[in-house]
């Protein structure tokens, strides 16, 4: 795909399931690739796989400061924010409140650090920040906590990263719902219709899950 080639992406939760096959298709579509996450033993066998086009960072992607030092470093033409915490799963009167409220201060957190950091550089007109939020955003899910709301509020950032960018030079946030599990198709109806079509990224899902 022309249009990724050459260009630069971060990926956060690189190192395994959706985000791991997005490192894998951006890489192979031409981009390069820096894959954020915290283990060291995926990301190395991540580097073995794809021994051009990544480079990875092992780190905490909730963590103050990294977005903004990574997006003021590499300049990115595309953001993927994926991956984070599995929410405890028991009903509310088996969970503390740290277990609550655990995808907020980690999902939550790296999706508002990235979007905070892209609207304060700015990133260069064109670029696209994609935060990939969950369908318990639409149904909620009431053994895992705060998670369902944690994803549904990935749903508002996007849209006020939006409304803080002038959209005359065509920047774009939007949040995803996990689709399919291998990714290529999802990520190249992203960018296809988020900086061409301009009709957002949940109708390039149900495109590619249609076409499957």
Not at 56 to 80: C, M
Request: glycine residues 12%.
């Amino acid at each position: 795909m022309a249009a990724l080639r050459g260009k630069t992406a971060i990926v956060t939760g690189a190192s395994s399931g959706v985000g791991k096959a997005t490192v894998k298709a951006l890489v192979s579509e031409g981009a390069r690739v820096i894959g954020v996450a915290r283990g060291e033993a995926g990301l190395a066998a991540l580097r073995t796989e794809m021994p051009q086009g990544l480079d990875t960072v092992r780190a905490d992607s909730s963590e103050p400061g990294l977005a903004e030092r990574l997006l003021r470093e590499t300049r990115p033409d595309l953001i993927v924010v994926v991956g984070g915490v599995r929410p405890k799963m028991a009903p509310i009167d088996e969970q503390s409140w740290e277990e609550f409220s655990e995808t907020w201060n980690s999902d939550m957190k790296t999706a508002f650090h990235f979007c905070k950091g892209a609207v304060a550089l700015p990133l260069r007109p064109g670029s696209t920040v994609v935060l990939v939020s969950s369908g318990a955003a639409s149904n909620g899910s009431h053994l895992s906590g705060g998670y369902a709301g944690a994803k549904r509020m990935q749903w508002w950032l996007a849209g006020y990263a939006k409304a803080a960018w002038d959209p005359v030079l065509g920047r774009r946030a939007e949040a995803a719902h996990r689709g399919d599990p291998d990714c290529r198709e999802c990520i190249r109806g992203v960018w296809r219709l988020a900086r061409n079509d301009g009709r957002g990224v949940h109708e390039a899902i149900r495109r590619t899950a249609r076409r499957r």
